[in-house]
DNA sequence: CGTTTTTCCGTAAACGTTTACGACAACACA
DNA sequence: TGTGTTGTCGTAAACGTTTACGGAAAAACG
């Protein structure tokens, strides 16, 4: 039913070498005959079956996108990631790349998933999100020589595939900065207790800004939770019960920073009012929220586009001059200020 | 570097033939022999080449999910989709396969996207999201053949493909009841201007109810706008401005309401204290927004599970008995009070 | 023991491409 | 005219599978 190369061939009365080089663009064939061949395609519907290239070439043209949603968020549903997806799909598509999208249940292991991929050949190369602090899915991408670029900063597999990731040290920093500026000196910080990388990066940058300003860094006031809004909610009471109350509160999530929120009014505290909020990584919900809750703001959409580049350079089937290969972006976030500090 | 199946056979001193029919659980092969394949394939870390597969099958064991992006939708980024992404991948998963997400340009006919995916044969069913009241993708995919599932009702295409769609018209119809039931008679319907055909089973609900309690529809009480905040915000003023103004808003999506309830506020009018507001289909904006708006929430990620399964029955080579093939369903929104109404 | 059935396996074709290689004709050049 | 070059095309192998077919050995049966 679909028509293949032969059909197209015996239409014409040529071999099937000659369709597929005129299809192709080589040089070794007759200008007439080229085109004879390219009107008869586009007459008889004639799109070459991507499994026969595949299989005789040995690549996909897909990549997959591997996101594993956090334990325990069912409904919540990561906005941050469609933008994201929207630009690594489109710069993808512009080099006819598909995109495999390849999620773990949430909490589930993902290396298993990532395994079927690279074993059984169904991307080319994959990008991978949620990057942990040491991350075995780069240890055996690594191992197994599979090209791969990744969403986030890991420690695993040192300087050997390309990474973006967004500046959470920077922001961390900046974070404190604005409050000291405004007063603050009692300064909380909330992360995720995963060991997921943007975790420490922040907190790095929340403890270099603190000693900057000669400002003792009190444990007691650092907390981490679970990656949701019950984390928190939960953890939150935790450094408002310290002896010496905070101020201010920099949250390391939007989830988190929603369910702090809820805490905080339960125990009577006002972000905007009695208390300062500010939240790492800004989503529509910071927006919304009410008191608006200032954030930093990544661009997610061109975020995506970049890494597929750098993804690309990186494979030998698309790599520029060799020189071009970018290995390690950190982009900067920006200060949206609305309601809540 | 990767194995095939011709370095099992010869490091077994067997043929192809026996490999391949022992990997995939044929009966004639020797129960010895199928234990030793398989041992051999787990100790040389074999896993069959998923091109050589398709090739030879004729099946990709893909299946793509278009998603296109309402034009002017950046930032936002659709939290709709990813729950429902989940369910689908999830289920998919199952069944060992892919999903592959095609995005259009926000704004661009996705048709030549989907073209290619058809007649390069990259995927062995689609999923159309998004789906427009004729919807040319249909047309196109009925005719060509290709088997495919929608999520969200159309006109195109009678009922030869199974189709899942939240009950927009009873939700319509249901908001008013709850309106009226809370003394309201003037209550307006905000939509979205395109094509989509929700848009029209919500009013249809709308009108229904307002029948049925013997109130006359007013025109100027409807209006289309542009489906994101800025629709929402420039459209809601008309409905305020018709003589005899509303005491109640329905919303037909929740970016819109948004956009409109900013409009609200400044002219002076508070939802849930001057007016009553209703959205039909909630996200987690909603929620926390401020006032929260009360809103009808759909089970997104049992909706992707269960479209993954109706296009799954329907496609010959996983389909059930012939009895059990489901064409269509239409599921319930269930009802989230919040504040604003 | 002879015949039939069953069990198991090897052979080879097929899926739809791309591409290395060689062949043939046309042409240029001396 | 003979030789070398260039342009164009056909042939066939290869990519990694699955599977129809047939054959040999083993088992079952009389």
């Not at 990561?78 to 949430?106: N, S, W």
Request: charged content about 25%; overall charge neutral.
């Amino acid at each position: 039913m679909a028509s293949s190369i032969h059909d197209l061939a015996r239409h014409l009365n040529i071999s099937i070498g000659t369709v597929s080089r005129a299809l192709n663009g080589r040089a070794d064939v007759n200008a007439e005959t080229r085109q004879r061949v390219l009107e008869a395609a586009r007459k008889l519907n004639y799109s070459p079956n991507q499994s026969g290239r595949s299989l005789r070439q040995g690549a996909t043209r897909s990549i997959a996108f591997m996101l594993q949603p956090h334990p325990g968020d069912q409904q919540y549903g990561e906005p941050f990631f469609i933008p994201f997806l929207t630009g690594l799909q489109a710069r993808l598509a512009e080099y006819d790349l598909d995109l495999m999208v390849v999620m773990g249940e949430p909490g589930q292991y993902q290396q298993e998933r990532l395994r079927r991929v690279v074993e059984t050949r169904r991307a080319d190369a994959v990008v991978l999100a949620n990057t942990r602090r040491e991350d075995d899915r780069i240890d055996y991408l690594s191992k197994a020589g599979f090209p791969f670029a990744t969403l986030g900063r890991s420690q695993s597999g040192g300087d050997t595939y390309p990474s973006l990731d967004i500046d959470f040290e920077k922001a961390g920093d900046e974070a404190v900065d604005r409050l000291v500026a405004r007063g603050h000196r009692r300064i909380a910080a909330i992360r995720p207790s995963l060991d997921l990388n943007f975790g420490y990066l922040f907190l790095d940058g929340y403890r270099k800004a603190l000693k900057r300003h000669g400002i003792e860094v009190d444990p007691g006031l650092i907390a981490d939770g679970f990656i949701n809004e019950a984390g928190g909610y939960q953890v939150t009471p935790r450094v408002m019960l310290s002896k010496d109350r905070p101020t201010a509160i920099i949250f390391n999530n939007d989830a988190m920073a929603l369910g702090g929120c809820k805490a905080l009014a339960e125990m009577g505290i006002r972000p905007g009012h009695d208390i300062a909020v500010i939240v790492i990584v800004d989503t529509p919900l910071c927006r919304y929220f009410s008191p608006a809750l200032t954030a930093f703001r990544p661009s997610l959409e061109p975020m995506g586009r970049r890494l597929a580049e750098m993804l690309l350079a990186s494979l030998p089937a698309f790599a520029g001059p060799e020189g071009t290969r970018i290995m390690r972006e950190v982009w900067p976030l920006e200060l949206v200020a609305r309601e809540s500090d």
